[in-house]
């Protein structure tokens, strides 16, 4: 998700370097094609965890008319998306995740702040 938060400042670049035509391919075909590959990224990484989740039973098919308990359901298995993922994160990436964090790009991708923000400390620990 990198590429969400330097891409508007590339373009900038390119275009105050007078480099007007690498600056509109940027603009319209790399920048909106970076927010669908990371949306694509996220559904597939979602869908893993839904399948592992499925054949560990950690949650439970409730089947309620109101929907109230389907939507407690989807919350928690939101919250255990995310976990595995700053688990897989802490684990891979070096360091922590260096903002500026294009808030907009991010959010059009699917990755709220409860993704990334929570990787942004040093002192974060790597899971066993």
Request: net charge neutral; glycine share 8%; hydrophobic share 40%.
């Amino acid at each position: 998700a990198r590429g969400l938060d330097v891409l508007p400042s590339t373009i900038s670049r390119f275009r105050n370097g007078g480099d007007d035509g690498t600056a509109k391919l940027l603009e319209t075909v790399v920048y909106p094609e970076e927010i669908t590959h990371c949306a694509a990224g996220l559904k597939w990484f979602k869908y893993m965890c839904r399948k592992k989740i499925e054949m560990e039973g950690h949650l439970a098919t409730i089947n309620n008319s109101d929907g109230t308990a389907v939507d407690l359901e989807q919350i928690q298995e939101e919250k255990m998306m995310i976990e595995v993922f700053h688990n897989i994160a802490k684990r891979y990436f070096r360091g922590p995740l260096k903002p500026p964090f294009n808030i907009e790009a991010r959010t059009a991708a699917g990755f709220g702040r409860e993704w990334y923000e929570p990787l942004v400390f040093k002192d974060f620990k790597v899971p066993d």
